[in-house]
Each structure stands twice: as structure tokens, then as C-alpha cells.
């Protein structure tokens, strides 16, 4: 009796010594929870005992992992350096879980990821993967199914307050089967950039009509941008006593510059189908599928659009321009080179410009801000070309989003999880929008404090509040290998860029290649779905007399300019936008 006494006493010191330490643990996240909301997220659309909840959360989801280390990997954007420096020492602080968020190349992100898929051997915990790569992740049965692991091993450590339908870019990662494969971290997309006070000059609005028999404005055709990058290069040349071009683009011999053609530029001639998020049944890099989602082909001889009139068009037009229109070092230049240029001065327009440049635009001391701060240019819709037409797409928007693989261990898998919901919780994300600029969540965009800053960004508040944003579509399902089929696009096109090859010559072999990948592809049998299966060859003129693309040539490819006031334009886009 007296150690069965004993033994109790033992019991209830231990329940009570658990209790208490489970009430200091609680304790201690409350006051982590509180210090992190008001030194680091004091933004946000939730209420501050809201975010405190939130991450009280995480603090209670990740216990069976406190101690774990983890390490997970991005692309050096400003979003997620600010992920790196703030949010993992904050996840850990708050978790206990010591993530290093890692920064490397885009280029480095694809060739480590597909070495994980390909070998089954684990390198990174969590991976941030542009959504262009879906038409990979649905086929491979590698990468976990979100929506599957949410409702079944992921059911007790999915965030309550994640809203899957306030995020933005949700319908880019997910697959033809309805589910759901990665998780927007970062958004941006690439529009036309201009000088908006060097277009309101009335002294160039005059000069400009009396040339061209029309209004200086955003320019709502090929045909326009063409004659504004004429008129500021050789009829305007200086302002303020500095060179000025009328158009900036980049085309030396490199990866990026696969990125500056199979990011749309294509379909913004009009080589696709029309259809949104990816048209159909020919998207944006020209390759066709049959009803079932299967490849069939990307060459015109095929059903495709890759080397189509249209694209033939579209490259010529890169061509002529960055070697009349732009300065002559643009040239040589990689996307990283030339991503700064407009910023220093003496670009007039850019066709061609991804908003991922905003913070280094508005940064008070480069000469395309005034005095106050404000910026004098804008963004605005890029035009398009002669075989768009209604309900396709009108341009690109980057979608990296946050991607786990089945070759990972299951415990640091889930604890990837929690941190990439962590990066983009309502706690944090309007706070990493308003350092970053690549908003993610709906709820963000329409923010009070969005508001605020819109007239410092140009444009870029409006136009994701417009719903003509969801025109702007990443790389779609069609593309049945990201990581093997992308550096076809640089590696063919680079010699049509220098002037080795003519444009038809350069997209026949582009066209050539990305079929033969997907036909080398489909008798591995490597896919679990959606494998291709070519269609025959058969004579182009065949598919030119099908309806949609690929599109015959036009008669007249550049038809009369057409421009637009700005200010008219940004008032019917908030028209739209409000609610």
C-alpha cells in the first residue's frame, strides 16, 4: 500500500510537472507569437490577436519536429531573400524547426530538382518551383499531390486559416485532374513599361502625330510599339541632353533568354489557341494536345505552333527591334543584365518587362523616380500582335510556388510544409508583399495598405486588382518535361538572335527538337499520365485550313497603330477592379 502510495504521488509530481511545462511552452509561443507580430508582421489583414492564433499554430503543429533540421531552396528574388533573412529565423524561433531557406539560381533550382526526381535521392526538403513546371509534376508521380495530402497525412498539420481560394495563382499549379500540386509563394508578370512623363509631353504628343497620324500613347498593337521605339530612337534620340532608345531588350547566347521567349512571347503575337489559364488546344509554346491532355506534337506539321507563321512573326519582330531600336550593348546582355537598364534613364518603352523590377524602380535614386519619390514611368498592358485574337492570353506571370517530392523523408517533408504555409499565412504574406512586390493573396492586393502605396508602384496595385490580371498566364499543362525541354528554347534561338539562322529555320529546329523529346519521352515510358503520343505528319497547308492554330500567314502583318491614354485606361481597369 505505502508504494502503491508512493508510485501515485510519483504520478500526480510527474502530470504536474508535464502541465506546467506544457502551460510555459504555451506561455512561451504566446510571447514569441507576440514579439514576431509586433516587431516584424505588423502588416497585415488579419486582426493582431488573429496573426497571434494563427501562429500559436504552427507552434503547436510543429512539436513532433522541434529540434529537426531542415533545409529548403528558392531563386534570388527579393521575396525570398526577405523569406530567408526573416521568416526561417522566425519559424524558428516560434517552431523550434532551424530551416536554412537556401539561395541559388533559377537555373541551379531546375537541375537540383530534376536530379531528385530523377535519382529518388532526397537534396532539398522543399523546393520553390515556378508552376510553369505543372505539365512535369502531374506526369512524373513523383511530386506530392497537395490535395491528396491535405485531406490524408497532411490533415492534422494543414493551417485551418490557409484559404487555398484567397491565393491568386492557385489555378497555375493545379493539374487537368482538379488537384492541387504546389503553393503560390511569389507572383509576378511581365508587361509593357514606359516613360510616362516623356509620353506626356505635349512638345513629343505633337511631334509624334504629325509623324505617325496618331495619339502617343500605351500602344495596343505591334504595329504602335514599333512606331514608338522608332520615334524615340532616331526622330526624338535625346532628351535632356542623354541618348534615349525606344526600346530595351537582351540577346546574348544564354539560358535567359529561353526565358524571354517560351515566357509567352509566342502567344502574345497570337500563335496559340485561345483559352485561360492555357490556351487549347495549342498553348503558348506551341505544343498541341489531344481531349485527353496527351502531347501531340509542337511542329506545324503536327498540329503545333511552335514554328507557325505566327511565331515566325513573333521572332522577327525581336530580332529588328533589339538590333534597331535598342542600345547596341543590349545585344550581348543576359536578363539579368539587362533587367536594370530601363531604371537608369534612357529607355522610352519596354514591350517586354517583368514587374519583379518594381522595388529596384521605385528605389529613390535612379533617374526614373522624381524628387518626392514618385515614379515617372508606369506599367501597363503589353500589346498585341496581328494573330491574337479575343479569350487568349495576353502575356506571362512567373508563379513560383512552394513543391515537395515523394524522395524526401516523410518528417522533414511535413516539416517543409509548415514552413512554406508559414511564408505564405496571412500573418506574414502582406508584410512579404509590401518588401517584395509579388503578391500572392487576393485579400493583400485589395489591402488598406496597398492602397497606399499604389501611387509609388506605377500601375502595379492596378493591374493585379483588374480582372484582366488572370490574362496573364505562366507556362501551362502541355509541357511534358519543364527541365528537359526549356533549354531547347536558348539553345535554338540564340543563333536566330545573332543572325545565324533566319527565324523559320530557327523555330523548324526548335519545333524539330521539342518532338523528338516528347516522342524519345513517350517510348521510355516515364510518365504515369498525360504521356504523349505524336500525331503523324502531315502537310502544313492541312492544318492551316483547320479552325484556330496553327494560323496561316496574314496578308497584312502590321496593320494601322492603335494607342490608348494611360490615364483612360487605368480608369476603365479600376472600374473593373473595384468591389
Same mark, same amino acid.
Given at each position: ?36 507580430? !509586433? ?82 535521392n532526397s537534396i532539398y526538403d522543399g523546393?520553390?518551383?515556378?508552376? $510553369? ?17 491535405? &485531406? ?9 486559416? @490557409?484559404?487555398? $481560394? ?14 492541387? #500540386? ?13 516613360? #510616362? ?36 530612337? &532616331? ?14 531588350? +537582351? ?24 483559352? /485561360? ?5 495549342? !498553348? ?7 481531349? &485527353? ?25 525581336? %530580332? !529588328? ?46 533617374? /526614373? ?48 510544409? @509548415? ?52 490574362n496573364w498566364t505562366p507556362t501551362g499543362?502541355?509541357?511534358?518535361? +519543364? ?7 536558348w539553345q535554338n534561338l540564340a543563333p %536566330? ?35 504523349? %503520343?505524336?500525331? $503523324? ?18 496578308? !497584312? ?23
Open positions: 500500500m505505502k508504494h502503491t502510495r508512493m508510485k501515485l504521488t510519483v504520478l500526480a509530481s510527474s502530470l504536474m510537472l508535464a502541465s506546467a511545462a506544457l502551460h510555459a511552452d504555451n506561455h512561451d509561443a504566446r510571447a514569441i507569437a507576440e514579439r514576431l507580430v !509586433d516587431e516584424h508582421f505588423q502588416n497585415s489583414t488579419l486582426s493582431r490577436e488573429e496573426q497571434i492564433e494563427e501562429l500559436l499554430w504552427f507552434a503547436e503543429a510543429a512539436e513532433p519536429f522541434r529540434g529537426m533540421q531542415i533545409s529548403t531552396v528558392a531563386e534570388g528574388l527579393t521575396t525570398h531573400v526577405w523569406e530567408r533573412d526573416v521568416l526561417a529565423p522566425a519559424f524558428e524561433e516560434l517552431t523550434g524547426i532551424e530551416v536554412t531557406h537556401n539561395i541559388i539560381g533559377e537555373g541551379d533550382v531546375v537541375d537540383n530538382m530534376q536530379t531528385q526526381m530523377q535519382s529518388g523546393y520553390v518551383n515556378d508552376s $510553369d513546371a505543372i505539365g512535369t509534376h502531374i506526369r512524373y508521380g513523383t511530386t506530392i499531390n497537395l490535395s491528396e495530402a491535405m &485531406e490524408n497525412e497532411w490533415a492534422d498539420f494543414t493551417l485551418p486559416s @490557409l484559404d487555398l $481560394d484567397d491565393f491568386i495563382g492557385i489555378q497555375y499549379t493545379t493539374g487537368p485532374d482538379g488537384s492541387i #500540386y504546389q503553393l503560390p509563394t511569389q507572383q509576378f508578370a511581365n508587361l509593357y513599361w514606359f516613360r #510616362y512623363d516623356w509620353f506626356e509631353r505635349e512638345d513629343l504628343q505633337e511631334q509624334f502625330r504629325d509623324i505617325y497620324g496618331y495619339d502617343l500613347g500605351v500602344p495596343t498593337n505591334w504595329t504602335a510599339y514599333e512606331e514608338i521605339a522608332e520615334f524615340f530612337t &532616331e526622330h526624338v534620340g535625346e532628351i535632356d541632353g542623354q541618348r534615349v532608345y525606344g526600346h530595351m531588350d +537582351y540577346g546574348r547566347r544564354d539560358p535567359s533568354l529561353g526565358w524571354r521567349f517560351h515566357d509567352s512571347w509566342l502567344s502574345m503575337a497570337g500563335m496559340g489557341s485561345p483559352g /485561360v489559364p492555357f490556351g487549347n488546344p495549342v !498553348d503558348d509554346w506551341g505544343i498541341r494536345v489531344d481531349e &485527353e491532355s496527351r502531347p501531340v506534337g509542337a511542329s506545324v506539321t503536327r498540329g503545333g505552333g511552335t514554328n507557325a507563321p505566327a511565331s515566325v512573326f513573333a521572332m522577327q519582330k525581336a %530580332v !529588328d527591334w533589339l538590333n534597331a531600336y535598342a542600345p547596341e550593348e543590349a545585344q550581348g546582355m543576359t536578363f539579368g543584365e539587362a533587367g536594370p537598364v530601363p531604371a537608369q534613364g534612357q529607355i522610352a518603352q519596354q514591350i517586354f518587362w517583368y514587374t519583379a523590377f518594381t522595388a529596384d524602380m521605385t528605389d529613390p535614386s535612379v533617374p /526614373v523616380t522624381d524628387d518626392e519619390g514618385n515614379p515617372k514611368w508606369r506599367m501597363a498592358p503589353s500589346p498585341v500582335g496581328p494573330y491574337w485574337e479575343e479569350g487568349m492570353k495576353v502575356g506571362y506571370q512567373d508563379v513560383g510556388s512552394w513543391t515537395f517530392f515523394d524522395s524526401t523523408p516523410e518528417d522533414r517533408r511535413t516539416a517543409a510544409w @509548415l514552413f512554406g504555409q508559414f511564408t505564405t499565412a496571412k500573418s506574414v504574406s502582406l508584410e512579404k508583399l509590401m518588401h517584395g512586390l509579388t503578391p500572392i493573396r487576393e485579400s493583400d492586393i485589395f489591402s488598406d495598405q496597398m492602397t497606399e502605396l499604389a501611387p509609388k508602384l506605377g500601375g502595379l496595385v492596378e493591374f493585379y486588382r483588374s480582372p484582366n490580371e488572370s499543362t502541355n509541357v511534358p518535361d +519543364y527541365p528537359r525541354m526549356a533549354p531547347l528554347w %536566330v538572335m545573332s543572325g545565324e539562322v533566319t527565324p523559320q529555320e530557327g523555330l523548324d529546329n526548335l519545333a524539330g527538337a521539342m518532338d523528338d523529346i516528347m516522342a524519345r519521352l513517350a517510348r521510355a515510358n516515364v510518365f504515369e499520365t498525360y504521356a504523349p %503520343v505524336l500525331n $503523324d505528319e502531315q502537310d502544313a497547308e492541312y492544318w492551316f485550313e483547320q479552325p484556330g492554330a496553327p494560323k496561316p500567314k496574314l496578308d !497584312d502583318e502590321m496593320p494601322q497603330g492603335t494607342t490608348i491614354p494611360y490615364d483612360q485606361m487605368m480608369e476603365e481597369w479600376m472600374a473593373a477592379g473595384t468591389r
